[in-house]
């Protein structure tokens, strides 16, 4: 049996940086300022602003790893996911009304439009499934073991390159690509 108090059976923090999430986060918004009119409710670039605005101060309060003292900016993570999945809920709404009821806009621009909205709520899923997955990345960056929500293959592999794996954010966009395709 191994001391508890050794340093060498302890897992290392898992450390997760943002700047994936905010990637997507800023491809979503760019996404939604290229939606024909007919898609948006308000001015074009009211929402995508408010959301520019939430992601600045995300990214600011720990631009280079997500920390447990990062924790207090969950609820600013959770309404940013919110508000970009009622957004993209609105524009689909107003998509099928278009197609169903007959629009002045173009049917390319239609598909297209899907497209963009189809790619957003991959990225919605990713996001939540990253926010929600073993209670967010910021319970994940304290170390303390939780049993996950989602299993990655990687989990359940022995040996040292496996030992301390945690799943990513790519990793749950991938899982949302998958679950949506």
Same mark, same amino acid.
């Given at each position: 049996? *191994?001391?508890?108090? =050794?340093?060498?059976?302890?897992?290392?923090?898992?450390?997760?940086?943002?700047w994936?999430?905010?990637?997507? &986060? !800023?491809a979503?918004?760019?996404?939604?300022?290229?939606? #024909?009119? =007919?898609?948006?409710l308000?001015?074009?670039y009211?929402?995508?602003?408010?959301? &520019?605005v939430? !992601?600045?101060?995300?990214?600011?309060?720990?631009?280079?790893?997500?920390?447990?003292?990062?924790?207090?900016?969950?609820?600013? +993570?959770?309404?940013?996911l919110? @508000?970009?999945?009622?957004?993209?809920t609105?524009?689909l709404?107003?998509?099928?009304?278009?197609?169903?009821?007959?629009?002045?806009?173009s049917g390319?621009t239609?598909i297209?439009?899907?497209?963009?909205? %189809?790619?957003? $709520?991959?990225?919605?899923?990713?996001l939540?499934?990253?926010?929600?997955?073993?209670?967010?990345?910021h319970?994940? *960056?304290?170390? &303390? #073991?939780?049993?996950?929500?989602l299993?990655?293959?990687?989990?359940? !592999?022995?040996?040292?390159?496996?030992? $301390? %794996?945690?799943?990513? /954010?790519?990793d749950? @966009?991938y899982? +949302? /690509?998958t $679950? =949506?395709?």
């Open positions: 049996m *191994s001391d508890p108090s =050794s340093t060498e059976d302890r897992a290392e923090p898992y450390r997760e940086s943002r994936g999430a905010a990637a997507a &986060v !800023l979503v918004v760019c996404v939604q300022i290229v939606l #024909p009119s =007919s898609l948006i308000g001015s074009r009211l929402l995508p602003g408010v959301e &520019v939430l !992601l600045v101060a995300l990214v600011a309060t720990n631009p280079t790893k997500l920390t447990a003292k990062s924790r207090d900016m969950r609820a600013g +993570s959770i309404a940013l919110l @508000l970009i999945g009622a957004a993209n609105l524009s709404g107003l998509l099928v009304d278009s197609l169903l009821n007959g629009s002045t806009t390319r239609l297209l439009a899907a497209i963009g909205i %189809w790619l957003t $709520n991959v990225v919605v899923f990713g939540a499934y990253w926010e929600l997955d073993l209670h967010g990345p319970s994940r *960056s304290t170390g &303390v #073991p939780v049993d996950p929500d299993l990655f293959p990687q989990m359940t !592999l022995d040996g040292p390159r496996f030992h $301390n %794996w945690a799943p990513k /954010f790519v749950y @966009l899982v +949302s /690509f $679950n =949506s395709t």
